[in-house]
């Protein structure tokens, strides 16, 4: 039996000025302004866990960890990765910037590099990070099927999404738009420009904001 969260989710997404979050047209890089990549090193810096979906570590190798801002602690990386297809050269699972939990199904042979739990769905997830690796901030970095399944069981507490001023050529659409925020339960909170990006940030009623976090410092 789930025992009653109380863990915070902060969903993260960048998006280009139509709402994609990736282009098939070229390599993965990032898109956004540096402004707003110290900003979201800020935020991991905040939180007790970064969570990515498989999809993410197999196309753009991320450590996830703190890199652009001070800090004397990393956050515990989270992949969740249900069909065992993490690539054994991840930055995550070799450079040993950080712990990695990987959350697969139930037999995945021993990982080099990262701890195992078993992925059964979202709630059970979070419970696991909250009961079992004491997390009670996580940060949700993509990609967006991951994004769509948390908001679309309704377990993200704050969303902030990044518009870039530009426009990919061979679009993947992110689907993470104002009606399905709202259907979330989040309520528009406000709007920042980082170096030229449009920041949206959503929340829960009973959630703070989040600005303060990533401001300068």
Known sequence: M???LLITVTLKLAVDRFGAVDDLGGSSGRF????SLDAVHRLRRDCDAVLVGVGTVARDNPSLTVRRVPTTTQPLRVVID???RIPRDAQLLNDGAAKTLVFAREGTP?????DLEPFRDLPALLDTLETRHGVAHLLVEGGPLTAL???DAALVDRAIIVRAPVVFDQPVPSRVDAPRLRAAGLRFAGRRDWGGDD???WTRDSTPLIWDILQAS
């Open 2 to 4: 789930l025992s009653l």
């Open 32 to 35: 956004t302004s540096a402004d």
């Open 82 to 84: 249900p069909s065992a």
């Open 110 to 114: 021993v990982l080099s590099g990262a």
């Open 149 to 151: 399944a948390f908001l």
């Open 199 to 201: 920041v949206h940030a």
